[in-house]
DNA sequence: GAAATCTAGCTAACGCTGTTAAAGTTACAA
DNA sequence: TTGTAACTTTAACAGCGTTAGCTAGATTTC
């Protein structure tokens, strides 16, 4: 038993250690944003030296990715919450807007989650999740018949792409004024576009056919 | 005589120099990325000192500015030739397609152009003349009466995100497998949705009233 | 209990980045 | 000839991500 709960104190020990670095990379992420951190700024925070920060996270790389997998199961916790399981349409609409919602307002995180610095480097694994998940809607949609042009792929990349402009736009250019209302008003415009309203196919019309889309 | 002729020589040694420089740059640019590109790569291809380039050019985004405003002039003639004045949505489609195209194609230069390095540091000016322009586009369709929702602006704005999306979607993630119709599905799908069809204002209903938008 | 092993943290450094101060060189003007 | 201005260089600064090598301490093994 002993043996154990030594082990078990130290793993402890382990995890309070990067709790503490953790933190302190949110501090710094939040108060200079993602161009300004630095390991050299998060080891003048939080007490620790560079390379105990190496020790416990790989690299750079690896610390933000242990950071965002924390901040993304927050967020995807949400987005489970918004599930719209009779409406694919609807479903759609409100994970797209209200994950823009969460792009702007914590652009650092969205620019560490989304936006590879190369190329070549995927971002954290975790990040696709959303995405099967969004593209379960689309087949749905596909197989009853609702998409006016282009497979269920391209419907999905379409609204991924315009949700991903939307966020970098809006971070990237505070000195445009951005329409208070351009997010609501793409999303809809190009779910409008790209689905069909349910009673141009089903022949039966129990339900008024959806004012919205 | 010849006193100007002097100014004249060294002015002309001067754009010389800048002239090499500039290819320097682009060629560097061309063989290693934007991610790989730096003032020391650069020194050691073209021969010249660091010192050297930031008295031309100032420092690397003014480097980097000078070369992509001559990329963007001539982009921008292209982009010119596609106008067809008689149709607002017709110019508009036609744009933001081959402004995809360019940035797919011109990876490089996009993030040059359209992706600030900081959120402080705006795009060189040039690059908003395109955007300039399509808003005149938006606000001939908006004085017509034929936008659904939203203003001109908003308009405007989820054309520009969703162009923006497509393009950085595709540079960053060449692991997706892209659907090859994504970008012209999405725009014809934003443009249906945000455009209502000019029967729809006009009492008179000649035409059917939507073949396309 | 003593020895071996493993872990966590440190100091100090490497090679890279953008940038610049200061000095030398060159060409033209007075 | 002397002065002035532009041009180019050497040498360095401050910062970056990263790592080799060491020490102190805890854990396991004999």
Same mark, same amino acid.
């Given at each position: ?6 082990? *078990?104190? /130290?793993?402890?020990? /382990? ?7 953790? @933190?302190?990379?949110? *501090? ?16 003048? /925070? ?9 020790? $416990? ?5 690896? !610390?933000? *990715? ?10 995807? %916790?949400?987005?489970? %919450?918004?599930? $719209?399981? @009779? ?13 823009? %919602?969460?792009?702007? /307002?914590?652009? *650092?995180?969205?620019? !560490? ?6 190329? @070549? ?13 969004? @593209? ?22 379409? !609204?991924?792409?315009?949700? $991903?402009? !939307? ?33 141009? %196919? ?12």
């Amino acid at each position: 038993m002993s043996a154990k709960s030594q082990q *078990d104190r /130290r793993r402890e020990q /382990r995890t309070q250690v990067r709790r503490a670095i953790l @933190d302190s990379t949110e *501090d710094v992420l939040l108060d200079g944003g993602y161009e300004a951190f630095s390991i050299r700024r998060l080891v003048d /925070r939080c007490g620790y030296t560079a390379p105990t920060v190496y020790h $416990h996270f790989g690299d750079k790389a690896g !610390l933000l *990715d242990a950071l965002l997998a924390e901040r993304y199961a927050k967020f995807a %916790r949400t987005l489970k %919450r918004l599930q $719209h399981p @009779d409406d694919a349409v609807e479903h759609l609409r409100a994970v797209a807007k209200a994950f823009v %919602r969460f792009g702007i /307002r914590h652009p *650092d995180h969205y620019q !560490l989650l989304f936006m590879p610095r190369a190329p @070549d480097h995927a971002p954290p694994a975790v990040a696709d999740e959303m995405r099967v998940q969004l @593209d379960q809607a689309w087949s749905q949609l596909w197989e009853a018949g609702r998409l006016r042009s282009g497979g269920p792929e391209s419907a999905a990349q379409s !609204l991924w792409s315009l949700c $991903h402009g !939307l966020i970098s736009g809006q971070i990237f250019r505070p000195d445009v004024t951005w329409s208070k209302t351009v997010t609501d008003d793409s999303i809809d415009a190009l779910l409008l576009g790209l689905v069909s309203p349910e009673a141009e %196919r089903t022949p039966n019309r129990s339900r008024p056919a959806k004012a919205r889309a």
